[in-house]
């Protein structure tokens, strides 16, 4: 007697493949390929990257980690070559070239398909070159102008209502009363001085005679002799 096969990959039936598997990018597999045996057909995922469990007579479930896996779309080493961490959000095999670079902690930034641009602001992040709460603390303002990764150290306290300015450190502030009060001496002909310049010493600026007079007072014109 003849040894009849019937491979259901390939033929035309009622309980076939037909274009199941290859419809969807996956190999057909036929175990048993007797008359005998018949729905024992399995599409599986067509190697390489991809995998996922067969499925009898059906479409396989198929993934493809991109971070992990080798494959034309994937990211290889693109992240970790950069120290950043890669993640493939949907990790199907019809889902590619959507894995995502993301800077290591404490600087931010993400990038689809390619290593990310980080951004490191010293002003708010925490770490160990990081302003903290010094400016804060002073009653001063941070920035840090240049957000690079490598540029650290550079963040810089500014004075608030006063000028003064310190890299990497909190500002010795001076607010000179002379500058904003300084007319009401001058336009009697006569000097400005405030002995003490720090914000927190007040009202401590005088007009003050011109020589060979003599006289001082404070907040108006002096009597000079």
């Given at each position: 007697a003849a040894s009849c096969e019937l491979d259901e990959c390939t033929a035309a039936c009622v309980s076939c493949a037909g274009a199941t598997c290859s419809g969807a990018g996956q190999t057909c597999v036929d175990a048993v390929?007797?008359?005998?045996?018949?729905?024992?057909?399995s599409c599986e995922c067509a190697g390489g990257a991809a995998a996922g469990a067969p499925v009898q007579g059906g479409v396989a479930v198929c993934?493809?980690?991109?971070?992990t896996a080798s494959c034309p779309s994937c990211a290889g080493t693109t992240c970790s070559s950069v120290q950043q961490t890669c993640e493939d959000p949907d990790d199907a095999a019809t889902s590619l070239a959507d894995w995502v670079c993301t800077c290591a902690a404490p600087a931010n930034g993400t990038a689809?398909?390619?290593?990310?641009?980080?951004?490191?602001?010293?002003?708010?992040?925490?770490?160990?070159?990081?302003?903290?709460t010094t400016c804060t603390a002073a009653g001063q303002?941070?920035?840090?102008?240049?957000q690079g990764e490598s540029s650290l150290r550079d963040w810089v306290c500014s004075c608030v209502g006063s000028v003064g300015s310190k890299t990497a450190g909190a500002a010795t502030c001076v607010l000179d009363e002379c500058a904003a009060n300084g007319a009401v001496c001058t336009d009697g002909g006569q000097m400005c001085e405030d002995a003490d310049t720090a914000p927190s010493s007040l009202r401590d600026w005088e007009c003050v005679c011109v020589a060979p007079a003599s006289g001082a007072a404070l907040y108006t014109t002096a009597v000079c002799m």
């Open positions: 390929a007797t008359p005998a045996s018949l729905n024992d057909w993934a493809v980690d991109e971070c689809v398909g390619a290593a990310a641009s980080c951004v490191l602001d010293e002003c708010t992040a925490s770490c160990g070159t990081c302003a903290g303002a941070c920035e840090d102008a240049s």
